[in-house]
C-alpha cells in the first residue's frame, strides 16, 4: 500500500497568517492528490484535486502543488472558518490511502 | 442536488454482521464509481472500499478484507457495505462518497453525513 505522511500532524496559527501543510507519498502517485478540509462532527469536504486544480465554490486562498512525491496545501491569509483538519489522499493506486491529518488550531 | 444519505448503522456485538445502505440522488447513480471510508472516534480518515459504477470491480482496503463485502444495486440507487466478524477496532462514522469527474475519478467530491458503528460486547 502507498503510505502518505502529512506534516505537521498540528498547528497553531492566527487569522491572516500563511499556512503551509505537507504530504509525502511514499512512492510516485503522479498528480493523483487531493486534498479534503473536514470540522468537527462533519463529512470531509474537498477542496482541491488532482494536486492542484481548485474544486469550484472553493476559496481561491487554498491552493494545491507539487506532484510525484512531494505536495503542499496552502492556505494564504487564514481565516476563522478555515480553523479545521485537512488530509490528503492519493487515488494513485486501486487501494487508496489517506495521510493521517494535520489539525489547524487558532494561536 | 447530489445527496448520498447512510442508514443502517447501530451498536453490534463482535463477531456479529451488520449492513449499511447509502442511498443515492440528484445523479445518474449508475454512472459513477462510490466508495465507504471510515473514521475511528478521534482518529483520521480510513479508506474502506470501491466499486465501479456497474459493479464489475471492486477493492477493499486491507484491514477489512475478506470480512466487509461493497455492493451496488443501481435499479434502487443505493450502495451497501455488509460487514461480518465485526470487530471493536471496526467502531467508527462510515461514509459513502462519490467520485468526482475529474481525472479518472481518483477524488470523493460528494460525501453522506455519516453512520455510526459501535462494535461492543
Known amino acids: 500500500d502507498i503510505q502518505m505522511t502529512q506534516s505537521p500532524s498540528s498547528l497553531s496559527a492566527s487569522v491572516g497568517d500563511r499556512v503551509t501543510i505537507t504530504c509525502r507519498p511514499s512512492?510516485?502517485?503522479?498528480?493523483?492528490l487531493n486534498w479534503y478540509q473536514q470540522k468537527p462532527g462533519k463529512a470531509p469536504k474537498l477542496l482541491i484535486y488532482?494536486?492542484?486544480s481548485l474544486r469550484s465554490g472553493v476559496p481561491s486562498r487554498f491552493s494545491g502543488s507539487g506532484s510525484g512525491t512531494d505536495f503542499t496545501l496552502t492556505i494564504s491569509g487564514l481565516q476563522p472558518e478555515d480553523f479545521a483538519t485537512y488530509y490528503c489522499q492519493q487515488g494513485y493506486s486501486t487501494l487508496w490511502t489517506f495521510g493521517q491529518g494535520t489539525k489547524v488550531e487558532i494561536k | 442536488q447530489v445527496q448520498l444519505v447512510e442508514s443502517g448503522g447501530g451498536v453490534v456485538q463482535p463477531g456479529r454482521s451488520l449492513r449499511l445502505s447509502c442511498a443515492a440522488s440528484g445523479f445518474t447513480f449508475s454512472s459513477y464509481a462510490l466508495h465507504w471510508v471510515r473514521q475511528a472516534p478521534g482518529e483520521g480518515l480510513e479508506w474502506v472500499a470501491t466499486i465501479s459504477y456497474d459493479g464489475s470491480n471492486k477493492f477493499h482496503a486491507d484491514s477489512v478484507k475478506g470480512r466487509f463485502t461493497i455492493s451496488r444495486d443501481n435499479s434502487k440507487k443505493t450502495l451497501y457495505l455488509q460487514m461480518n466478524s465485526l470487530r471493536p477496532e471496526d467502531t467508527g462514522v462510515y461514509y459513502c462518497?462519490?467520485?468526482?469527474?475529474?481525472?479518472?475519478?481518483?477524488?470523493?467530491?460528494?460525501w453522506g453525513q455519516g453512520a455510526l458503528v459501535t462494535v461492543s460486547s
Open positions: 462518497a462519490r467520485v468526482g469527474v475529474w481525472n479518472s475519478g481518483t477524488s470523493l467530491e460528494y
Open positions: 488532482s494536486a492542484s
Open positions: 512512492q510516485n502517485i503522479n498528480n493523483y
